[in-house]
């Protein structure tokens, strides 16, 4: 049957149809009958198990997946001893943070949440020249990557991290099977320029992000809202050059002034009066939506063009500012249709060309600005997530959880676009919950983790646990008991995290 694609239709019209007010509608209420409406059929896939292919890599840990998870997963794996290997179908590590634009790193707004692996890449970021400390207030905790991960240096410092560790890694190479024995992969395929090619290892680490691997290997899966079946929208992430960030600064101070007198920013009145070299985020929510909304009226925009709009100026990248948007509109694109997504793509990167002329023309400090950098990797916050030994909730986030075989705390908010953030309770300063490591394997397959946003939670608990620095923590512990337990002879899904020694693990609870 030929593949079809739903026709984009405005978010606003959307909005209407599928009545979400209710922030409760997303989030799911847990029950077995949610749960299934969001279960992805099995996909189509080769059995590769009789074919003669040769067989490139025999090794203890074979990564797919170089994003924050991945990467970490490698790298951790390898530091304890595995011999590793790192499959990534494209030519830099970092996934969305290098190929999709992706940036900053979020904070976790959970004290206490950088693990080591974390600190060690600060510090090596740091070594060359990339500032990592965000121009917030100093008594604003920001945990977890410190924010400022800059695409160009962060590419060149994977590539060091994963030499020095020993990690093989193999660029240009896509998984396209695996082949499965007795509840465990025995190898999984990969596509290269040389033709196909089998990789076997004793266990296994799914970084996809589009849990691509534990779906080959016959691992139940979920995909979008439990409600509506809906994923999170995609966006198509660029950056501007030849800003004159600091014009831009006062103008959206100007803009704050004019329309919104009561909700004048205190960290950006107080980078006013230092006049110090601002670090701006500028976004439409709540704030300059008056002026987007005059381009609508114009002509220059669409109204799907502005229902997200977000800029971060980039420490470090003089003139330059990392635009989180166009979103796509999430009726008419979905992240778990090949089709379709591939078609977000040519959709998203028209609206980039209006916002872009838009500012040009319209937002003072963009005079001189031009595009400079394009995704080449579309933004998926969302496609198919695991369901693991443990199922992350909603829940498990308003209750703030924390679980002895714990492998990372984050207190970051349930960030569900198209849902204003306020609906959700946050957790208060201080409560964090934890991720536990029975989130990262699976009942069905024994030598196999999953970390990174693709692992064990609902489509809500995803839409925290997603951030950079979870990932990255969560690749970490991955790679970390991966070695662990072929040293020791325990299989990963078997392995109890909290019985490591408490010096082998990257993260160990409070209780
Ligand atoms: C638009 C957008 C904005 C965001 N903003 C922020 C933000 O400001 N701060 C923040 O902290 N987080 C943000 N996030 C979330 C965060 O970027 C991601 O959730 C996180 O990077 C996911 O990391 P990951 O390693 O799980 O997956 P990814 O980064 O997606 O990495 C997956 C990797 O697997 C590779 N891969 C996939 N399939 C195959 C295959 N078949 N064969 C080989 N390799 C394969 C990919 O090429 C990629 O390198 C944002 C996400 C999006 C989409």
Redesign the pocket.
């Known amino acids: 049957m030929e593949k079809s694609f739903s026709i984009p239709i405005s978010r606003r019209s959307f909005m209407k149809l599928a009545g979400l007010a209710a922030a409760g509608t997303l989030l799911g209420s847990g029950t077995d009958d949610r749960k299934a409406e969001a279960a992805a059929p099995p996909m189509a896939s080769v059995d590769f198990s009789e074919a003669d292919l040769p067989v490139w890599f025999d090794v203890d840990v074979c990564v797919?997946?170089?994003?924050?998870?991945?990467?970490a997963a490698a790298v951790s794996a390898a530091r304890k001893g595995a011999k590793t290997v790192l499959?990534?179908?494209?030519i830099?590590?970092?996934?969305?943070?290098?190929?999709?634009c992706?940036?900053?790193?979020?904070p976790t707004f959970a004290d206490g949440s950088d693990t080591p692996y974390i600190e060690d890449l600060n510090r090596r970021m740091e070594a060359q020249g990339s500032p990592t400390q965000l121009g917030f207030e100093t008594d604003t905790y920001y945990g977890?990557?410190k924010g400022q991960y800059m695409p160009e240096f962060l590419t060149f410092v994977y590539d060091e991290m994963c030499e020095e560790a020993g990690v093989e890694v193999l660029y240009d190479?896509?998984?396209?099977g695996a082949i499965t024995d007795s509840g465990k992969i025995a190898a999984c395929v990969?596509q290269t320029v040389e033709g196909l090619a089998k990789i076997t290892a004793k266990v296994f680490i799914d970084?996809?992000?589009?849990a691509?691997?534990s779906r080959f290997a016959g691992v139940p899966a979920e995909k979008g809202s439990e409600k509506t079946g809906r994923n999170?929208p995609?966006?198509l992430?660029f950056e501007m050059s030849g800003i004159d960030v600091g014009k831009v600064y006062h103008f959206s101070l100007q803009l704050l002034k004019d329309y919104e007198k009561n909700v004048f920013d205190k960290m950006v009145e107080k980078a006013l009066r230092e006049h110090r070299p601002p670090f701006i985020e500028f976004a439409k929510w709540k704030k300059n939506e008056y002026f987007f909304k005059e381009g609508v009226s114009s002509g220059e925009l669409t109204e799907d063009d502005i229902l997200y709009i977000q800029a971060?100026s980039m420490t470090g990248k003089p003139h330059t500012m990392s635009m989180?948007c166009p979103?796509m509109p999430p009726l008419g694109f979905s992240s778990t249709d090949a089709v379709s997504r591939s078609k977000a793509v040519s959709f998203g990167r028209k609206m980039a060309r209006r916002l872009a002329a838009f500012f040009k023309a319209n937002l003072p400090g963009f005079e001189e600005a031009y595009i400079s950098r394009e995704a080449s990797?579309?933004?998926?916050?969302?496609s198919w997530r695991i369901r693991g030994k443990y199922y992350m909730e909603a829940d498990d986030y308003f209750k703030a959880r924390h679980f002895p075989d714990a492998v990372c705390r984050t207190a970051y908010p349930i960030d569900i676009h198209d849902v204003k953030l306020d609906l959700f309770e946050k957790l208060k300063k201080g409560q964090y919950y934890e991720i536990p490591y029975r989130a990262l394997v699976t009942n069905e397959i024994s030598n196999l983790l999953v970390?990174?946003?693709?692992?064990s939670g609902s489509f809500a608990a995803q839409a925290s646990f997603?951030?950079?620095?979870?990932?990255?923590s969560?690749?970490e512990a991955a790679g970390i008991a991966a070695a662990w337990g072929i040293r020791h002879g325990v299989e990963a899904n078997e392995v109890r995290w909290e019985t490591l020694p408490k010096n082998e693990r990257s993260y160990v609870s409070e209780g």
């Open positions: 797919v997946g170089g994003g924050a998870a991945g990467t499959v990534e179908r494209g830099t590590l970092g996934g969305l943070a290098t190929q999709g992706v940036f900053p790193c979020m977890g990557g190479a896509a998984l396209v990969v970084a996809t992000g589009d691509l691997l999170q995609m966006s992430r971060f989180n979103e990797m579309v933004g998926v916050r969302e970390a990174g946003r693709c692992a997603r951030i950079q620095p979870t990932c990255m969560m690749g």
